[in-house]
């Protein structure tokens, strides 16, 4: 297989990036628990379809209707 | 329409389950415990480790939750008890180490509500008894053992008494 020559991220790009990520991963663990709550329950709602069309669901798998 | 019911409300009826002495005790585990003490994951249930009264017989029983549960209107869906709309799995403590991730628990509080959570080093232990090795329990372990207040040693500590090192 023959590769073209292309133009790769620095060293340092792909430093920032990864803290960049450290940082968020961070963020939302010392988020309130409420705030959590709130993003699990919209979670569910974007994961479920890309849940089924992985594997068929159970009953209880659906999104909660619940306030956070 | 009826107003959605809190997720404070299904937090609040494990503790009557508690004051109701239908069980001993219990703890929040499997993902939603993850989300207490790392970031926040997809999941459609709550996993709560219980410790069951002393039933005369060798065999488990989780009849008494169930009939807690049908007093209150809350359906039966396959494994799950639906509490305020959050399907509930109760999980009796299968063993020593279940036992003491639920006397260890911490005791967080949610909106005003007590709620007793199994601590991130039993949950990285749980992960590693042989018979919960998945990739998803590896990656829910590596994410606890990098959250900012697991203590290490205390894992490493619970692996050795259990016989759990890998």
Request: glycine content about 4%; hydrophobic content about 45%.
């Amino acid at each position: 297989m023959t590769t073209r020559p292309r133009t790769r991220p620095t060293a340092e790009l792909l430093d920032r990036l990864r803290r960049g990520k450290a940082e968020l991963r961070a963020r939302r663990t010392e988020m309130s628990l409420k705030e959590k709550v709130a993003i699990v329950l919209k979670l569910q709602r974007v994961y479920l379809p890309l849940l089924k069309r992985h594997r068929p669901l159970a009953p209880w798998e659906r999104p909660w209707d619940v306030e956070p | 329409v009826e107003p959605a019911a809190s997720f404070a409300q299904s937090l609040r009826e494990l503790n009557d389950l508690k004051v109701a002495g239908i069980i001993e005790d219990y703890a929040i585990a499997g993902a939603m415990a993850l989300v207490f003490w790392t970031e926040p994951i997809p999941t459609y249930d709550l996993d709560v480790l219980v410790l069951l009264p002393e039933q005369g017989s060798s065999l488990v029983s989780l009849s008494g939750i169930y009939q807690w549960a049908a007093a209150r209107g809350y359906p039966a869906d396959a494994e799950h008890i639906v509490i305020a709309d959050v399907p509930v799995q109760f999980l009796p403590a299968h063993g020593e180490l279940a036992d003491e991730a639920v006397e260890t628990a911490a005791t967080l509080e949610y909106e005003g509500v007590p709620v007793r959570v199994v601590r991130p080093e039993y949950l990285v232990a749980l992960y590693c008894e042989p018979s919960a090795r998945t990739a998803k329990r590896r990656e829910r372990a590596a994410a606890l053992l990098e959250a900012p207040g697991t203590d290490r040693g205390l894992v490493e500590r619970l692996l050795e008494r259990y016989g759990l090192v890998p």
